[in-house]
């Protein structure tokens, strides 16, 4: 005991106190840039994650603010308008004179006797000038503030349909933006589910380890065997078409989110693990730290980063996935509307060969998916900013 | 080795008994029983009044054994699978689950084995191609080019294919196999041509995943090991590129893609099935989409089985092949 003693004697410092040394390194810290901040120089460099943020962004904003980008009222179907391909956005007219304001051309429907199916062309003796920020339709901004303003929208008897209109005449670009608004919460709320789970059993699994660790292994590498989109089919199936639209969400949420957590798990589960040893933790626990001090202080905000990463790469697999369930029809049902269903007429392969736009509401899809990946390849380099490049 | 490879075995036996109760639970979960359906399939043919109707599906119960509890119907569906290969019987098809799926088995297994192995050759040799060309053009494209190829839908792609092929190059090789002219010839290679004609986008998107994972992973282990020290030896010791590439690094970058395939497996399977559904080619994902629309409950649960159970197998050669091929992992 002794020798301790001594040890934990303070030492006369051997050069008296500077003032001057001490508030420099104050200020030093203080300019000393947290991890968050190193991951977010790291993450600014990569100009693919900048422009997957960028993408998702857009769509957030396109799915929130969807009747502002709406031209035509989204609630409303008009079948005389059904299938008119896109319109042709124009500066030249046909006689060759530039516009500076754009413009698209009348649209004149025949309609086939025989098959009764709408054929749609273009009249150009009429133009109507396009106009941006219109008075339109009314609705609420959020749902909450009344006004009817749009950002484009054509002259009066004029019709623009940047991506055509669908079997029931809806404006496929509108309903689109509105779909974002299902497809991404779905794919947001779904990750989220997953994270949690992935989060709780992976740092039970790391931090106790044992038996629960264990136990928690055998289960992941059980639910890992499965193959995933047989087994969301199988479930989404069942889920009753009589439900109302809420429930049918939430739990096509947890449908998602079943089979989706374990790479989290896995991933929390190697970090806990590798810093359950480390001497932060040793040091926390000698100081008589609690179990979820130690947790929710020391460990688990160490694997945040990770989880970040896995969690931006999910929300793609689950827009994909929900995609192709709706598609098929048997995932989000109507009156809800999501990316999928809207591409449904596709299914039928005369219509998609009459009219192929039908298939348009993939370009955002496709964009959804290109930008959080994108993300969440740009996170996972910057995710450990103390490593070389 | 040996008894690793006997440990991988007993574990997939349990994993497979596990893979039973969920597929077992998915037949249950809807309302009612498999003697309801039958009721429903009976009034809609007509000509028998509701009593008999009522008799009818309760001698199927009784037949069946649906009034005995859930763990002995169970274990009666595991025997019949296993003992006889029998599914349960299907309304739709009026035949075992069983003989729809055996057909269909194997036409399933020859596409996705196909794309399996065209993807995996393909993102091999692309890997090794751009690792040596590290951020060089083709590199860059290919990275590019594998990355928006993994965020495309697949069940798009598939309607692109139809779409041009039908509307655009008036072929009309979709939805079956084979053309008419050649459904009951005996195989010859004018019917292999037709068939490979008829199922090629099939593969072809099944694999496109395939080649985008498996050209990331090939160049990031290559372009680990071309930075190891035996390779700067090998090549100060004189020998041509070529050489260094095909002897040195390429067998031992090779490792992580076998012990990959187990997971590349599933995805390959899933490929199929989004397209197959989609182009109306007659395998396994088809026939699984129309039995859960019309909740053909049996036949829902068995394809369920039997995709699981394919995804164990898959598995269980993976570990068991890298354990043959990489001498470095010890098993005891």
Request: hydrophobic share 50%.
């Amino acid at each position: 005991m002794d020798s301790t003693d001594t040890i934990l004697q303070p030492q006369e410092p051997k050069t008296p106190f500077d003032k001057v040394a001490a508030e420099t390194l104050l200020s030093e810290s203080a300019q000393h840039e947290s991890y968050f901040q190193l991951v977010w120089r790291r993450f600014r460099r990569s100009k693919a994650a900048i422009v997957g943020a960028l993408l998702v962004l857009a769509l957030v904003i396109l799915a929130v603010f969807a009747d502002f980008f709406s031209p035509y009222p989204l609630r409303e179907a008009k079948l005389q308008d059904a299938f008119i391909p896109p319109s042709t956005v124009r500066f030249v007219d046909a006689e060759g004179n530039f516009h500076l304001r754009p413009f698209v051309y009348a649209e004149e429907v025949t309609i086939n006797l025989k098959t009764f199916e709408p054929t749609w062309t273009e009249n150009t003796d009429t133009t109507y000038a396009i106009r941006f920020f219109v008075k339109g339709w009314e609705y609420k901004i959020l749902g909450l503030i009344p006004s009817n303003l749009h950002l484009f929208g054509v002259e009066e008897g004029g019709l623009i349909h940047l991506m055509g209109t669908d079997k029931f005449g809806r404006d496929l670009f509108g309903k689109s933006c509105e779909a974002g608004r299902i497809s991404l919460t779905m794919a947001m709320f779904g990750t989220l589910i997953s994270v949690t789970i992935g989060s709780v059993l992976g740092v039970a699994s790391g931090y106790y380890g044992g038996r629960a660790d264990t136990a928690i292994q055998r289960f992941v590498e059980f639910v890992n065997c499965f193959p995933q989109l047989p087994l969301w089919m199988a479930l989404a199936a069942i889920v009753p078409r009589t439900w109302d639209s809420f429930s049918i969400f939430v739990i096509m949420a947890f449908i998602f989110a079943l089979l989706s957590w374990t790479t989290l798990e896995r991933e929390v589960r190697g970090k806990v693990l590798a810093f359950r040893q480390s001497d932060f933790v040793l040091a926390a626990k000698e100081m008589g730290a609690s179990d979820k001090r130690i947790i929710f202080l020391h460990l688990y905000p160490n694997t945040l980063s990770h989880v970040l990463v896995i969690l931006t790469l999910t929300i793609p697999a689950i827009i994909l996935a929900e995609a192709f369930l709706s598609f098929l029809g048997i995932g989000i049902q109507e009156p809800l509307i999501s990316w999928g269903l809207l591409m449904r007429n596709a299914q039928n392969l005369q219509t998609l060969g009459l009219y192929p736009w039908v298939m348009s509401p993939v370009f955002f899809i496709i964009a959804a998916v290109l930008g959080f990946n994108f993300m969440g390849d740009g996170l996972r380099d910057a995710a450990d900013p103390y490593a070389t490049m | 080795m040996v008894n690793y490879i006997i440990r991988r075995l007993v574990i997939s036996v349990f994993l497979l008994l596990g893979v039973g109760i969920v597929s077992w639970v998915v037949i249950q979960l809807p309302p009612g029983d498999f003697a309801t359906t039958y009721e429903a399939f009976l009034t809609a043919q007509g000509g028998m009044t509701q009593q008999q109707v009522q008799e009818a599906a309760d001698r199927l119960r009784a037949q069946l054994g649906l009034d005995q509890p859930q763990v002995i119907q169970y274990l009666n569906w595991m025997k019949g699978i296993v003992t006889q290969g029998k599914f349960g019987y299907s309304f739709a098809y009026r035949r075992d689950v069983g003989e729809l799926i055996g057909e269909r088995l194997i036409y399933t297994m020859i596409l996705a084995i196909a794309a399996h192995s065209i993807s995996t050759f393909v993102g091999i040799f692309i890997g090794i191609y751009i690792a040596q060309r590290k951020y060089s053009l083709s590199d860059n494209a290919a990275s590019v080019l594998a990355f928006v190829l993994a965020s495309v839908p697949r069940f798009w792609i598939a309607l692109v294919i139809a779409y041009l092929m039908v509307f655009i190059l008036n072929q009309h090789h979709i939805t079956s196999f084979f053309s008419p002219q050649y459904a009951l010839e005996p195989w010859s290679l004018a019917k292999v041509g037709d068939f490979i004609q008829h199922v090629w986008p099939v593969v072809f998107i099944a694999g496109l995943g395939g080649v985008a994972r498996n050209l990331r992973v090939m160049r990031g282990n290559l372009l680990d090991v071309l930075s190891a020290q035996y390779v700067t030896t090998a090549r100060s010791k004189g020998l041509e590129e070529g050489k260094v590439i095909r002897r040195h690094a390429v067998p031992n970058a090779l490792h992580p893609i076998i012990a990959y395939q187990g997971t590349v497996l599933p995805y390959m399977f899933q490929g199929e099935m989004e397209a197959a559904i989609v182009l109306g080619i007659p395998t396994l994902g088809p026939l699984f989409y129309e039995s859960l629309v019309s909740q053909d409950i049996y036949i829902s649960g068995g394809l369920l089985f039997i995709y699981a159970a394919l995804i164990v197998f898959g598995n269980l050669i993976a570990d068991v092949s890298l354990a043959l091929f990489d001498p470095r992992i010890r098993y005891n």
